[in-house]
């Protein structure tokens, strides 16, 4: 299972990014997947995700401002960022739960300047 996440970089705060993460070594169509961050100084936390059925869910700090999508024939699933804040810079990964074990992808920089 590999997950190769991108899209990150700098922004300025009120900006937009959008992450894609592109995954291969699983029907990808049948799993959830998220999204997660870990900040400066904090603990990883779980951002967004989506079930195989289309069904999203996040975290209340994000909640009108990013979309999680996916695309089962890319198996890639998306995260759309916009009035990004500079307290989303983090580290953002993706991640998907196969046979018990998370996989994670390598993370990419998501920096929101003030």
């Known amino acids: 299972v590999q997950l190769q996440a991108s899209g990150g970089g700098l922004v300025q705060a009120g900006g937009s990014l959008r992450l894609s993460c592109a995954t291969s070594g699983i029907n990808f169509r049948l799993y959830r997947v998220a999204w997660y961050r870990q900040g400066p100084g904090k603990q990883r936390e779980l951002v967004a995700s989506?079930?195989?059925?289309?069904?999203?869910n996040y975290d209340d700090s994000v909640k009108g401002r990013f979309t999680i999508s996916r695309d089962n024939v890319r198996r890639t699933v998306y995260l759309q960022m916009t009035s990004l804040k500079p307290e989303d810079t983090a580290v953002y990964y993706c991640?998907?739960?196969?046979?018990?074990?998370?996989?994670w992808g390598r993370g990419t920089l998501v920096t929101v300047s003030s």
């Open positions: 989506i079930t195989s059925d289309f069904d999203t």
């Open positions: 991640n998907v739960v196969h046979s018990g074990r998370h996989y």
